[in-house]
């Protein structure tokens, strides 16, 4: 979850619209089993779980869009409709299986001793449902071929590989008739869904799940006096997309038009569906956030802003056709305009799922082949994160060995947590985690390297410069000129390795920034430059100092929103006036004046 959050709020400072969508997966045996034994009923268990996992996310300041509950009730209806329509479609049948069970890991495996957790197994014999997912399983693997970094890293990729994409994948049982805890197969209330099967669903079920898997919204528009759109996308309830032939253009293109004066977003939806389709649609909802559908309905409107005039609905008259097309259909087709413009922005949209790495083969395997089956475009990228490590085992609830990170965060401020997570778990790979080891981390990185520069150099200015921030004086000096190097190339090296979601890597970038700072302290002595009246180099040193400590502030803001927030306002400046351009700009700083400080940046 911190890792997510750092990878949200560096998207942020580069101006991408963000949601960042986490939750519970309330459903399973497991569950069942462990309420019944604390006297309790699974819903209670996992209300009271949840609220503390929620406290949890808050003290370490995860600031997620929306949390999802997969025992909602719009979760079960919606779970039930696409159970029900692969059914229909023939991706989901009706079998006997006849195997092992693994309870700690909700899933169904070979051995008789699990594989993942090594606890010992149950044999399940029962009429259950099947998903098809041999039927998919080549196209996953041309998936896989054009998109090698489909999940990161390499290893777990490779692992995957070697145990079930190598060979002919089984197909999935997604159904259990010897528990209740879940939801059950439409028509059948003692079947339940495999917990796995709709837990994977909370992604696209969610209001901006169904946003961004079927379209893109992120560039709807937010000033009201936009009112015409290019065209009105009209999704029937096979997820099929309403195009009609335009024989002007001879192609296909979505009904479109214009909100006319005096008419509601909604009505316009009305009026469009009707004139394409004479079908009269009631309960639209939502319309006025873009985006409205009942059961059977859903249409998307395009902002005419750069498409106007190419889709020109209301001549009927050229109209040849009308059909609902698939996405995949749509994508054989000509198509320009609109329905182009479309279809980019389903690719457009960036869509991260960060996962641990046990349960890789649900994200990397099943869900990629369930969208598959629903027609769906894919996530762009799957990052599976490592585990931590507590005396070379895995933490983990089954195997008692917890550290209780609330207990942690009474006694550590929550920026340490967040930092340690990237700089020690080199987040791809397994990390070692133990008290002491936090406690090394705190002295090291925040007292002495991070709050010893920045309250050396305070010092410096306030007793060689009043607390003003000199001016750069244009001296010409190597050693500053390698820094100033330094520094234009941390940022890049950061965004760099941000973007690629190497985020140990770029927490190294920081580290590497810090220790050319307190190097450029010790080649040019600025206290000899004071003694010796060298007053331009000195106020070019500590110019370019304060400059290298404000992108070191900026660049960790993400990782360390708190501590970096005490340091800009120790140099009272403002996170919110750089950005990734002006970040570079050394002159800007020049006069400010920073803040005495009594005691230290960070409490030893
Ligand atoms: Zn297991």
Redesign the pocket.
Known sequence: MTIADIVARYKKSKDYNVYFQTGSDDHGEKIEKKALSLNTSPQELVDKNIKLFQKLWQKLGVEYDFFYRTSSASHKEKVQRIFQQLLEKGDIYRGKYQGNY????E?Y?KEQN??????D?KILEESAYFLNVSKYQQQLLEHYKKNPDFLVPATTKKELFANFLGEKIQDLCITRSDITWGIPVPNEPKMIIYVWFEALLNYLNSEMGEKFFFTDFAKETKDEQTKEFSCVAIQNKNNEYLLVYNKKYGEWVFPGGKIEVNESPKEAAKREIFEETNLVVENLEKVGQGIFWNDTWKAHFYQTKSYSGEVLVKEKKTIGEIKFFTINEIQQLKVSGAVKYFFEKIHDCEIIHLIGKEITRFHALYWPIILFALNKRLPNKIIAHGWLLVKGEKMSKSKGNVVDPLELLEKYPPDLLRTYFIAKINFLQDGIFSEELLKEFYQDFFIHNLGNLCQRVGKMIELYNNNIIPAFAGTENIHLKKYYQNCLSTIENYQQKMNNYQLTSAFQEIEKLLNASNKLIQELEPWNLFKNKKTELLNSTLNYLTNGIKIIVFLLTPIAPESSQIVFEYLNLKYNDFNWVNIKDFKQIAGKKIKSLKGTLFPV
């Not at 693994?102 to 890991?105: A, N, P």
Request: hydrophobic residues 25%; proline residues 8%; negative net charge.
């Open positions: 693994c309870i700690i890991c899933d495996v699990c594989p993942s957790c090594h606890s197994t």
